[in-house]
């Protein structure tokens, strides 16, 4: 059971529903969005990647309990989302060193968890690239990194939200098949690493264990999993911690997303919520960039609200609140 300070935990409160599920809206993309805007032969422009984001948060967040942003283009939507939408900001840099072995991580230099409070922050979040099966001196080093970011965390009483990515150092594409047939291992072993208390993390963000295109019955590929199988997945996933966790988008369909929840509740996980970016808001990058301000608040008022709307019912069916996992100190 995680044990919270009176202040986290008010913290806690304030980015989740009052039943203790979270449903957040992520959009602290930076290196993805500006790759999405040059697909459409835009500008990555600083300032249009800061309108975009802006509008997302302002039409948005009414619906959702929080907020994910990052400090770097996301300043100017924190100050703009729903009076009771709780804000998340992002501490890493974005994407990673690919001069070196081991994706390793690296904070803003600008920031620290203190600064990110006083921006607001009711909570801070860290990815991590993360290979359970890598060199142990590359996973040594990231272990040591990530336990310095917990600490920082602890001693500004903020919680820390650890989003956790699996990769395979041998194989680059995580899409691939190859890649789903080791990617329950990945995930379920890196979650049963960071649940270790002297990481600190709080809540962790973490992927549905499987690759849903590659599991019977709900894929036209050929199936490398039963559904059966995937459902054992999903529950040795929520077994093998006892923090509050919960699920990323991972660039999916929304359909796909929502169906993987379900799956989720059916093999009994008790995963606490989503962060959902991509899913969500991605369509409304077209019309933004193609067609202007307009354009985009009329998909976002329309087919982004039914997104997060259809989520949200989805969630109040499968999600369990993460008020069971906590005790106050």
């Given at each position: 059971?995680?044990?919270?300070?009176?202040?986290?935990?008010?913290?806690?409160?304030?980015?989740?529903?009052?039943?203790?599920?979270?449903?957040?809206?992520?959009?602290?993309?930076?290196?993805a969005l500006k790759?999405?805007?040059?697909?459409?032969?835009?500008?990555?422009?600083?300032?249009?990647?800061?309108?975009?984001?802006?509008?997302?948060?302002?039409?948005?967040?009414?619906?959702?309990?929080?907020?994910?942003?990052?400090p770097e283009y996301?300043?100017?939507?924190?100050?703009?989302?729903?009076?009771?939408?709780?804000?998340?900001?992002?501490?890493?840099?974005?994407?990673?060193?690919?001069?070196?072995?081991?994706?390793?991580?690296?904070?803003?230099?600008?920031?620290?968890?203190?600064?990110?409070?006083?921006?607001?922050?009711?909570?801070?979040?860290?990815?991590?690239?993360?290979?359970?099966?890598?060199?142990?001196?590359?996973?040594?080093?990231?272990?040591?990194?990530?336990?310095?970011?917990?600490?920082?965390?602890?001693?500004?009483?903020?919680?820390?939200?650890?989003?956790?990515?699996?990769?395979?150092?041998?194989?680059?594409?995580?899409?691939?098949?190859?890649?789903?047939?080791?990617?329950?291992?990945?995930?379920?072993?890196?979650?049963?690493?960071?649940?270790?208390?002297?990481?600190?993390?709080?809540?962790?963000?973490?992927?549905?264990?499987?690759?849903?295109?590659?599991?019977?019955?709900?894929?036209?590929?050929?199936?490398?999993?039963?559904?059966?199988?995937?459902?054992?997945?999903?529950?040795?996933?929520?077994?093998?911690?006892?923090?509050?966790?919960?699920?990323?988008?991972?660039?999916?369909?929304?359909?796909?997303?929502?169906?993987?929840?379900?799956?989720?509740?059916?093999?009994?996980?008790?995963?606490?919520?989503?962060?959902?970016?991509?899913?969500?808001?991605?369509?409304?990058?077209?019309?933004?960039?193609?067609?202007?301000?307009?354009?985009?608040?009329?998909?976002?008022?329309?087919?982004?609200?039914?997104?997060?709307?259809?989520?949200?019912?989805?969630?109040?069916?499968?999600?369990?609140?993460?008020?069971?996992?906590?005790?106050?100190?």
């Amino acid at each position: 059971m995680l044990k919270l300070s009176k202040a986290k935990k008010e913290k806690m409160d304030k980015l989740s529903t009052s039943d203790g599920i979270i449903n957040a809206l992520a959009i602290d993309q930076r290196g993805a969005l500006k790759k999405m805007i040059n697909a459409l032969d835009g500008e990555p422009k600083g300032k249009t990647i800061e309108e975009f984001k802006a509008l997302v948060s302002q039409e948005l967040t009414s619906y959702t309990s929080a907020i994910l942003l990052d400090p770097e283009y996301g300043l100017k939507a924190a100050n703009v989302r729903d009076d009771q939408a709780g804000l998340l900001l992002a501490y890493e840099k974005s994407g990673y060193d690919t001069t070196q072995l081991g994706r390793l991580p690296d904070l803003l230099e600008d920031w620290s968890a203190l600064r990110l409070k006083a921006e607001g922050a009711d909570a801070v979040k860290f990815l991590l690239y993360y290979d359970i099966d890598e060199d142990p001196h590359i996973n040594h080093l990231k272990h040591v990194f990530i336990e310095r970011l917990g600490s920082e965390c602890a001693a500004e009483e903020i919680p820390f939200y650890l989003e956790l990515l699996s990769y395979d150092a041998q194989n680059a594409d995580t899409n691939s098949k190859e890649f789903a047939k080791v990617k329950p291992h990945k995930v379920i072993e890196m979650m049963k690493e960071f649940s270790k208390p002297q990481y600190k993390a709080d809540v962790l963000k973490v992927e549905i264990p499987v690759n849903m295109k590659f599991v019977a019955g709900y894929t036209d590929e050929e199936a490398i999993y039963t559904k059966e199988e995937a459902k054992a997945y999903f529950k040795a996933q929520s077994q093998i911690t006892d923090l509050p966790f919960i699920f990323l988008s991972a660039g999916v369909s929304t359909e796909m997303f929502q169906e993987s929840l379900v799956l989720a509740k059916e093999a009994g996980s008790t995963f606490n919520g989503v962060l959902c970016g991509r899913a969500t808001w991605k369509n409304g990058v077209a019309p933004f960039i193609e067609k202007g301000e307009k354009e985009a608040l009329d998909w976002l008022r329309t087919q982004g609200k039914e997104n997060i709307e259809t989520l949200n019912q989805v969630l109040k069916q499968t999600a369990s609140s993460w008020h069971d996992k906590v005790e106050v100190e």
